[in-house]
């Protein structure tokens, strides 16, 4: 990677292609044959609505919102939950013959990681921990903790979160690990390697402990922008019950996961109407969008307000393996654990290279860059501790 590109950049990445093809297939999941996914299975899953939410003046924002919310009302009737819940393991299973499971494939992940050195990135709500209804109180368990603490003493591993940097460190609590905020626009990374004095936005600091490391923020003149606009949210929607605005630096959420449906309009307006006057901050939506067959939905339900800069969760990836200084080598392996839209970016770098394994952490079909998948956080859990194992074993 060019250090020098990753200045603030007024432009959106180019698209990239999702073909499997030209893909190693010794990087590949195992597929059995013809084991694409298939429509027939009582189950479409639409591509990527191309630019919902992407951009704050596109219109279909309130359809992205209720779709990528879980239903409000649950089936009461026991019959049709039984049905809703067959169709569902059915859906799921389908799905999983492209997005094998990350635990049952796990042979195959180490074997093609023999020889190599393992990098982890990990994000955290919906992945580390649990998503629950208020984001102050997303707490990890301590056995999450203890099973993150193993694995970052095998490998070098890294939090790469839409949180504030030091919302995620007070929520990890661990001093082992690398950790990036504001989905990638704030990276306390090593110092050491080719990052250097000159890149732009990158300066030298020190951790909580005093250690030397490098501070690379690509959007740090947005702060005054953001904390303006942050303000103006919060004052703007505090009619509106249960809406939250989160300050995670150089992004905004606006949760509206305890607001009524009723007033999600509102709430969609509001933001709207604010981002009206800030032409390089744009909205996106903190999930993909999903097929929903499931009763119990992972949703996300946050608006993400963010600068206009090419700079996202995949490019972070790229900038520590960088610092790490294991960019450009053939003997290394990055695996990148998350659950969010914002995930995709990541995935789609290590797909994209054929450099790594993308794991999608979801307990509903979606269509994604990764070439895993894992259930919730604690089949994650499950995931870290066998390569902790694994590593114990010598065979890593
Ligand atoms: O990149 P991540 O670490 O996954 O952060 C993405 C957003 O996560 C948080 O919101 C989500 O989790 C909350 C707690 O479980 C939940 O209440 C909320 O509905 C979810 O959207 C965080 O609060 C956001 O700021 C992050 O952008």
Known sequence: MDLNHAAAVLTDPPPINKSRIGIYSSLLPYSPPGAGFSSGLYLTIPRKRPGILDDVRSSGWLDAMRSSSPPRKKLTKDFNIEVASDDTDVAYRSWMLKYPSALSSFDHIT?????????????????LSPIVDDPDRAFMSNAMRSAVRNVAKCFPTAIISGRSRDKVFEFVGLTELYYAGSHGM???GPVGHSVSDDTPNCIRSTDKQGK?????????EFLPMIDEVFRSLVENTKGIKGAKVENNKFCVSVHYRNVDEKSWTTIAKCVHNILKGYPRLRLTHGRKVSYRLS???DDISVLEVRPVINWDKGKAVEFLLESLGLSNCDDVLPIYVGDDRTDEDAFKVLRKGNRGYGILVSSVPKESSAFYSLRDPSEVMEFLKSLVRQKNLSSL
Do not use: C, W
């Not at 093609?112 to 050195?117: H, L, T």
């Open 212 to 220: 030397e490391v490098n501070l690379f923020q690509p959007a740090s």
């Open 186 to 188: 704030d990276i306390m």
């Open 111 to 127: 074997n093609y990681a023999k020889g190599k050195r393992i990098a982890l990135f990990l994000d955290y709500d919906g992945t």
């Open 295 to 297: 009763l119990e939905n």
